[in-house]
C-alpha cells in the first residue's frame, strides 16, 4: 500500500514530502493474512505538520485521546483461519498488544470490543460482516461506509476471502 504525505517546502509552497510504502506495517505471523497499517496518527491540539513529519514512529497507543486521530488500514483473513489447528490465539494475542495497544487490550475472547472514539469506516475490498452486541450482523462490502459511535461489536470475515477495511478513530470523551 502506497503513502503520500504533502507538506510545504522553505518557500511555503506545497510539495510531496515523502512518497512510498506505509512504514507502520504489520503482517501478523500467528494469522497469516491478518495485516495492520498505521498511516497517520494526530494528538489533540496538535498543529498541522508544515514538514510533513511521519507521526506513526512515536505512536504508543491506537486509542486515540479525545481530540486525536488514528488512521488504521486492517486486513481480515476469511474466519475460517481462525478455526486452522495451527492457529495459536495467545501468539495472535501476544501480536496484537505489540502492534495495537490501548485496543488490543479492549478486545474480548470472541472479539467483541467497545473504545470510546468515533470511528468512520470504508470497506476497500471484500466483504465483512459487523456484529454488534444485540446479537445483530450487518453485511458490509467494498464501498460501504460504517459510522461506530463507541458501541460494542466485532469483526466477522465470514467469506472465503480477505477484506480490507480503512478506519478513522476520533478520540471521543466516553458518554457518562
Same mark, same amino acid.
Given at each position: &500500500?502506497? $503513502?503520500?504525505?504533502? +507538506? ?10 515523502? !512518497?512510498?510504502?506505509?512504514? $507502520?506495517? $504489520?503482517? *501478523?505471523?500467528? #494469522?497469516?493474512?491478518?495485516?495492520? %497499517?498505521?498511516?497517520? =496518527?494526530?494528538?489533540? +491540539? ?18 486515540? =485521546? ?5 488512521? @488504521? ?8 483461519? #481462525?478455526? !486452522? ?8 494475542? $501476544?501480536?496484537? %498488544? ?13 472479539? &467483541? ?14 466483504? @465483512? ?5 444485540? +446479537? ?5 462490502? =467494498? ?8 458501541? %460494542? ?13 480503512? *478506519?478513522?478513530? @476520533? ?6
Amino acid at each position: &500500500m502506497r $503513502r503520500v504525505v504533502t +507538506g510545504h517546502d522553505e518557500n511555503g509552497k506545497s510539495v510531496v514530502v515523502s !512518497d512510498g510504502p506505509v512504514p $507502520r506495517s $504489520r503482517e *501478523f505471523t500467528s #494469522l497469516p493474512g491478518w495485516v495492520s %497499517r498505521l498511516p497517520w =496518527a494526530t494528538d489533540p +491540539g496538535e498543529p498541522v505538520s508544515r514538514t510533513g513529519e511521519d507521526p506513526t514512529p512515536k505512536v504508543t497507543t491506537l486509542l486515540p =485521546a479525545p481530540g486525536g486521530t488514528r488512521f @488504521i488500514i486492517l486486513t481480515f483473513p476469511p474466519e475460517a483461519a #481462525l478455526a !486452522d489447528p495451527a492457529f495459536d490465539p495467545v501468539a495472535f494475542d $501476544r501480536e496484537q %498488544r505489540t502492534d495495537s495497544p490501548g485496543i488490543a487490550e479492549l478486545i474480548e475472547p470472541d472479539g &467483541m470490543h467497545a473504545t470510546p472514539t468515533v470511528d468512520y469506516g470504508i470497506v476497500l475490498g471484500g466483504e @465483512i460482516v459487523l456484529e454488534l452486541d444485540d +446479537g445483530n450482523c450487518t453485511l458490509l462490502s =467494498a464501498g460501504d461506509i460504517v459510522i461506530q459511535n463507541g458501541t %460494542r461489536h466485532a469483526w466477522r470475515n465470514r467469506s472465503g476471502q480477505p477484506v480490507t477495511v480503512a *478506519f478513522v478513530l @476520533i478520540g471521543a470523551e466516553p458518554e457518562h
